[in-house]
């Protein structure tokens, strides 16, 4: 290849990390490792779980909800393409077609609204983020199709502050400063006064003085931004599923005991790719070469587990929620239903043995993907804190 | 690097240890994941990610591929996760910026990770973990279960849309 290429080859290899990154990595292993105390457990029983709080599910449906905004898209937001240039160039680049939008009705969720505003709706392929005065959709392995930004929606994005607004015949003139980094500078904007559509964007001074844009609108048929769930659009609340995880915190379901241990089943959760997980409190660790998948109505499933745990070496331990210290036992069955008739979950017995605790007739909470519904941010969504660190402290068993 | 100094060298596989592990690949991890994610703090989280991925499952690495094999395939793995989860709505400013002569950085490096963004991600990812991370065309196809015919492809293919890139003109 050419020096050129070689030479930016050599660059790239050269790249370093911060010099404390590698300690900070070392750091939230060792708070990864902390280890928590087994406790032994078996038993068999009949155990009647809170199902008032989990209510029934699926709940119904957020297809409507998607719909609306499908059409609130169509209708304030029907772009087809975005062009804009570059002062000094004069190219013209075209970066933008909206296609048909679809999601995958079987897994489709609704997320909850998070602290930037959004709300999002999303499969496991195509993600829809809302936020008001500015939509985006977002397709893995394919270029981003963005819906246009609404003046607004511009404005909080860029972060724009010392905003002054003038009005100009039928635009809206808006100047504002934006900073991030280090980078700073001055903007002005242009937007048609009636339905907020971003017109113009201009630099006026620091990092992008130069930079000169402009928007032009097509036209769009409605038929060309359509959403079309499927029969029975099993849509899931996951904010209001969380918000029942939660209260399930604070239940205390009837303990089973026996040989002076007991154990807790604090709620079972299905999806709809067959996974399923029994929360358990009072179970210890258990080795991950021990794992066992729980028997769900005489089918014995494969392992499955999840990034609940503050992980300890070669350990599953429990997760802390509040004052509750909780083992997940999980496994894939290809279909899970709403209900268990009979459920045995597998828990420790000195460390390395198992006894089957046996409930009947358990209700399952339904939800399009465990893993979205636990960890949406790749932690579980009830630890706050720095991401990337260790997620939650081992627990301390049960009684 | 005194908390690393502190931690206690627990054995995790058998003549491997974690801290061992996280000293000889961070480095080697995170350029990888960088230029992935052109984004020093995701790359960041992702690496120490792979290292707790890597942690747990230390235990179970059965030495099928090399050390460095595997954790690329847990950093592939986390960075692909990553990449469909996240939220694509960098500011529309970054886009500009990216292709705006005046202020687009000069180094070599900068404009060839800049035209490697603009090939498919699967022609950029073998490029990268060829070129940069200097992994066999073997581990590559390893890291990312595909043939190796596949990896040989899209290396070629990256290769001249990356010399098309270096005809006079096309870049700055």
């Known amino acids: 290849m050419s020096s050129k290429l070689d030479n930016a080859l050599a660059d790239l290899r050269a790249e370093r990390p911060d010099p404390d990154a590698k300690a900070r990595a070392l750091l939230s292993l060792r708070a990864a490792r902390r280890r928590a105390p087994r406790l032994a457990w078996a038993a068999a029983a009949t155990i009647a779980v809170g199902a008032a709080t989990f209510g029934a599910w699926p709940r119904p449906s957020y297809a409507a909800e998607v719909r609306t905004l499908v059409e609130r898209l169509t209708n304030v937001a029907n772009l087809t393409m975005r062009h804009y240039r570059v002062s000094g160039t004069g190219a013209a680049h075209r970066s933008l077609v909206v296609e048909s939008l679809t999601l995958d009705d079987r897994t489709c969720d609704r997320y909850p609204e998070r602290a930037d505003g959004y709300v999002q709706y999303s499969d496991r392929n195509t993600t829809i983020d809302v936020l008001p005065g500015y939509a985006v959709r977002e397709e893995r392995r394919r270029p981003t199709h963005r819906v246009e930004p609404l003046a607004p929606g511009f404005l909080a994005h860029a972060n724009a502050t010392n905003v002054r607004k003038a009005r100009d015949g039928s635009t809206t003139i808006y100047t504002f400063d934006w900073e991030r980094g280090s980078d700073r500078g001055t903007l002005r904007l242009t937007a048609d006064a009636e339905s907020g559509r971003v017109l113009t964007v201009k630099g006026l001074s620091g990092k992008y003085a130069d930079l000169e844009c402009e928007w032009e609108y097509g036209t769009v048929t409605p038929s060309q931004v359509t959403f079309q769930p499927g029969k029975g659009f099993p849509l899931y609340d996951l904010t209001a599923q969380r918000r029942s995880f939660l209260a399930a915190m604070h239940a205390h379901p009837e303990p089973t005991a026996k040989d002076g241990r007991s154990v807790r089943l604090i709620g079972v959760y299905g999806d709809e790719s067959g996974r399923l997980i029994a929360l358990v409190e009072g179970a210890g660790a258990v080795r991950e070469e021990n794992r066992r998948a729980p028997t769900l109505d005489g089918k014995r499933g494969e392992p499955f587990a999840m990034a609940l745990n503050g992980w300890e070496n070669g350990f599953d331990v429990p997760f802390r929620v509040g004052e509750r210290s909780i083992l997940a036992v999980g496994g894939s069955f290809g279909k899970v239903g709403n209900r268990a008739k009979e459920l045995v979950v597998p828990v420790t017995f000195d460390g390395d043995n198992f006894g089957d605790a046996v409930f009947r007739d358990v209700p399952i909470v339904r939800t399009g993907d465990l893993v979205r519904l636990f960890t949406p941010e790749n932690r579980p969504f009830w630890v706050t804190g720095p991401s990337g660190g260790a997620t939650t402290s081992p627990g301390h068993g049960g009684h | ?172």
């Open chain 2, 1 to 172: 690097m005194d908390e690393a100094q502190a931690l206690p060298c627990e054995a995790i596989g058998p003549g491997i240890r974690i801290e061992n592990v996280v000293d000889e690949h961070y480095d080697d991890l995170y350029r990888f994941l960088r230029h992935l994610t052109r984004h020093r703090e995701t790359a960041e989280d992702l690496t120490q990610q792979t290292f707790l991925v890597a942690h747990l499952r230390l235990r179970s690495f059965r030495g099928d591929a090399s050390l460095r094999t595997w954790l690329h395939t847990l950093a592939f793995r986390e960075y692909t996760g990553w990449r469909r989860r996240r939220r694509l709505v960098a500011p529309l400013l970054d886009r500009f910026a990216a292709r705006d002569p005046g202020h687009q950085a000069v180094e070599d490096g900068e404009w060839l990770l800049a035209a490697l963004h603009r090939l498919k991600p699967a022609m950029r990812e073998a490029f990268l973990m060829h070129e940069v991370q200097e992994l066999t065309i073997d581990e590559i196809a390893t890291v990312l279960g595909t043939p190796v015919g596949t990896v040989k492809a899209r290396l070629h293919h990256a290769r001249a849309a990356l010399r098309r890139s270096l005809e006079p003109g096309d870049h700055p």
